[in-house]
C-alpha cells in the first residue's frame, strides 16, 4: 500500500525559507515521478512542481525560482524546497507518487505571515 508521509511546514515570515520531505513506502521510489500539491482554504488543490524518475522538474508559473524540488532514491524522500516565500504561499502541503494519484499523505501546514 502507497504511503506518504510529509513534514516540515510551520510559520514562517514573508521572505523566509521551508524545507518540506515527504518519505514514501509501497513504492518503487526509484522510478517513480513525484509531485508537491497544496491547498488553501476555500481553493482547489493544485499542482506546485514535479519531479521525474529521471529528475526532470516541472513548477507552476507561481513558484518557479522560489521553489526547488528534488529527490534521493536511496532515502525514498522528496524534498521542496521553498524561498522567497510570500502569504499566497499559504496552504496545506501535501507529496503524491504520480503513478498512484488516489493516494496521498496527511499534508503539512505552511503558514507564511507576519
Known amino acids: 500500500q502507497v504511503q506518504l508521509v510529509e513534514s516540515g511546514g510551520g510559520l514562517v515570515q514573508p521572505g523566509g525559507s521551508l524545507r518540506l520531505s515527504c518519505t514514501a513506502s509501497?513504492?518503487?521510489?526509484?522510478?517513480?515521478?513525484m509531485g508537491w500539491y497544496r491547498q488553501a482554504p476555500g481553493k482547489q488543490r493544485e499542482l506546485v512542481a514535479t519531479?521525474?524518475?529521471?529528475?526532470?522538474?516541472n513548477y507552476a508559473d507561481s513558484v518557479k525560482g522560489r521553489f526547488i524540488i528534488s529527490k534521493d532514491n536511496a532515502k525514498n524522500t522528496v524534498w521542496l524546497r521553498m524561498n522567497s516565500l510570500k502569504p499566497e504561499d499559504t496552504a496545506v502541503y501535501y507529496c503524491?507518487?504520480?503513478?498512484?494519484?488516489?493516494?496521498w499523505g496527511q499534508g503539512t501546514q505552511v503558514t507564511v505571515s507576519s
Open positions: 509501497g513504492i518503487i521510489f526509484s522510478v517513480a515521478a
Open positions: 503524491r507518487c504520480e503513478r498512484f494519484p488516489n493516494y
Open positions: 519531479i521525474g524518475s529521471g529528475g526532470r522538474t
